[in-house]
């Protein structure tokens, strides 16, 4: 089977990790996917805050303490996805980009799972100044975040394909 259709159809959303980081050789590769997703009228209009370490300590703490729970399941890397509010489609370049960090990631046999509650964490009065003490330009909105690292558990089935989702017509 082709390579890119069998990362496809294998990728899964994981949340158990191993404790072992992934090199930064490989989250550059992954992010560098991201940024070739394609794009609204090729604005790129993402940006992506890669987090690791110390600084990844400091922000579960920080959504722990915002979102009253650890979203993150412990995964050595995570990545902040905002988009441009200014652009024309920020939340779908970003949504793009994200879905291109995670079959980039399942291909250099790192996991993945998109973890939404970035959009939760980055609301109201003070969030241009959260953001920004995250790297997070002014004016960008959240789209999403992408935790990565080593699983920690059994790679499991697709689940089944709903049926009736694709109409084909030909005339």
């Not at 993402?46 to 600084?55: G, Q, S």
């Not at 996991?111 to 609301?123: E, K």
């Not at 959260?130 to 920690?152: D, K, N, Q, T």
């Amino acid at each position: 089977m082709n390579e890119v259709l069998q990362t496809i159809y294998t990728r899964r959303s994981v949340r158990s990790y191993e404790a072992e980081p992934v090199p930064e050789a490989v989250l550059q590769e992954i992010v560098k996917a991201g940024i070739y997703a394609p794009s609204a009228m090729n604005q790129q209009s993402w940006h992506l805050t890669v987090l690791t370490r110390k600084a990844l300590e400091r922000y579960v703490a920080f959504a722990e303490k915002k979102a009253g729970r650890n979203a993150y399941h412990n995964a050595p890397a995570v990545v902040l996805v905002f988009g441009d509010s200014a652009a024309i489609e920020p939340v779908r370049d970003g949504t793009l980009a994200i879905s291109s960090m995670m079959l980039a990631a399942r291909s250099l046999g790192v996991s993945s799972c998109w973890i939404n509650i970035v959009n939760h964490i980055f609301t109201g009065p003070d969030t241009d100044a959260m953001a920004a003490e995250w790297g997070i330009p002014a004016g960008y909105r959240p789209v999403g975040s992408l935790e990565l690292g080593y699983s920690a558990e059994e790679a499991r089935e697709a689940a089944p394909r709903k049926d009736g989702t694709v109409t084909w017509l030909s005339e």
